[in-house]
């Protein structure tokens, strides 16, 4: 309980302390506090990691999306339905014990689905093994918040543990760069305006993580919030999607409140029960993941033009290396790219070359001996 409490006064006190010019200082060391604390009730020292399951899954498929929510709101059922997968169901809570998976196939792309134990508030703190629960999508590449028509106050209690296990939802990463060296202070440079945080304020964070010589960089606007999150070093940057389950039991009026909570997000209204809106949540899944097609190209033959590859957006050529074949990083000379992401033809290209849609690509690998 202690460091829970003291995680507790930390919260009141930023709460009750009035954002201004001359407490934003104070309020940003209080918050880099509060994360290291935050970091410590998910990893504590000595612990030896707890007796029971565990929620390590392995990522197979083109992309992996996980059920997150409380219990008993239709997540095995949805599962059941959406891919080949056999979770048990019960009309009771805490059905699940483990994370099952299975795997859904839709417009070309095979989507690992995840039906993780229904979380509940103080689940960040470990309460009902959820530490262990959320600590396991930390790595999936959507998450999909599910509730029931008739508990719209449940998806801030879903994001508020989620975010207290460093999950940031519908965010990209701060472009922030930190170089450490060994005296001269901290130098911050900024490309852009900082209008939510100060240079002072950015040196006392560095100093509640011990840095107190390095060069920043920073080409956000960023916050207080963004500055540790880039600082930590740890942080996983998911999309959502909200599914409202269970619409064969509301009224309109019920569905209407659920609508003004969600209308501003990527939402689907289904019931996994009488299977309403299913082809519509596939949709949704395979839409919020955003996959592009890669057509590939052996070296010295013809692109196959008629089985692309699905891929993630923003993947990087090294992500298809890994899709391959598990040497062919290891062994990796260059690539060759022809389409949208290609300055010209045939563009030589190294692992980090983010790829587009439709692009062409020929990996060129050592051979053996070489």
Same mark, same amino acid.
């Given at each position: 309980?202690?460091? #829970? ?5 930390? *919260? ?5 302390? =009035?954002?201004?010019?001359?407490? /934003? ?13 935050? *970091? ?28 997150? +929510? ?7 059922? &949805?599962?059941?339905? &959406? ?28 989507? =690992? ?20 629960? &959320?600590?396991?999508? $930390?790595?999936?590449?959507? !998450? ?9 106050? %449940? ?5 508020? *543990?989620?975010?207290?296990? +460093?999950?940031?939802?519908? /965010? !990209?990463?701060? *472009? ?5 060296? @060994?005296? +001269? ?19 006392? !964070? ?14 956000? @606007? ?29 009224? /309109? ?13 990527? %939402?689907?209204?289904?019931?996994? %029960? ?17 996959? !592009? ?39 990796? $000379?260059?690539? #060759? ?9 045939? /563009?030589?290209?190294?692992?980090? %070359?983010?790829? +587009? ?14």
């Amino acid at each position: 309980m202690g460091v #829970q409490e003291d995680i507790r006064k930390l *919260e009141d006190e930023i709460k009750n302390t =009035q954002y201004n010019k001359a407490t /934003q200082k104070h309020i940003g060391k209080l918050k880099s506090k509060l994360a290291k604390l935050r *970091e410590e009730s998910q990893n504590p020292s000595g612990s030896g990691g707890s007796a029971g399951p565990s929620y390590a899954i392995r990522k197979t498929g083109d992309a992996t999306v996980a059920f997150v +929510g409380f219990p008993s709101v239709g997540k095995s059922t &949805l599962l059941n339905k &959406l891919t080949n997968a056999n979770s048990e169901v019960g009309a009771y809570a805490f059905t699940t014990l483990t994370i099952i998976p299975g795997l859904m196939e839709h417009k070309g792309a095979k989507i =690992q689905v995840l039906d993780a134990p229904g979380i509940i508030s103080g689940a960040s703190f470990g309460r009902g093994r959820g530490s262990e629960v &959320l600590a396991a999508v $930390r790595n999936v590449d959507l !998450i999909m918040v599910i509730v029931d028509v008739f508990s719209p106050e %449940h998806i801030p209690v879903i994001e508020r *543990e989620l975010s207290n296990v +460093g999950i940031r939802l519908d /965010q !990209i990463p701060p *472009e922030v760069k930190i170089a450490k060296r @060994d005296r +001269g202070g901290v130098a911050v440079n900024t490309t852009l305006p900082l209008s939510k945080i100060d240079e002072d304020t950015v040196v006392a !964070i560095l100093g509640e993580y011990k840095i107190h010589n390095a060069d920043i960089v920073i080409r956000d @606007d960023v916050d207080a919030d963004q500055l540790i999150d880039s600082v930590m070093g740890n942080r996983s940057y998911i999309p959502t999607l909200v599914i409202i389950n269970k619409i064969d039991l509301a009224d /309109q009026e019920s569905l209407d409140i659920m609508e003004s909570e969600v209308h501003e997000r990527p %939402h689907v209204f289904v019931s996994g %029960h009488k299977e309403i809106n299913l082809e519509e949540l596939k949709d949704k899944i395979f839409d919020t993941l955003g996959f !592009i097609k890669l057509y590939l190209k052996p070296q010295g033959k013809k692109a196959d033009m008629t089985d692309p590859l699905i891929i993630l957006k923003n993947s990087k050529v090294k992500d298809v290396c890994n899709k391959l074949h598990r040497d062919f990083v290891k062994n990796f $000379r260059y690539a #060759q790219v022809w389409g949208p992401s290609a300055k010209h033809p045939g /563009q030589r290209v190294g692992l980090d %070359h983010v790829l +587009g849609d439709g692009d062409i690509l020929s990996i060129v690998v050592k051979k053996s001996g070489q």
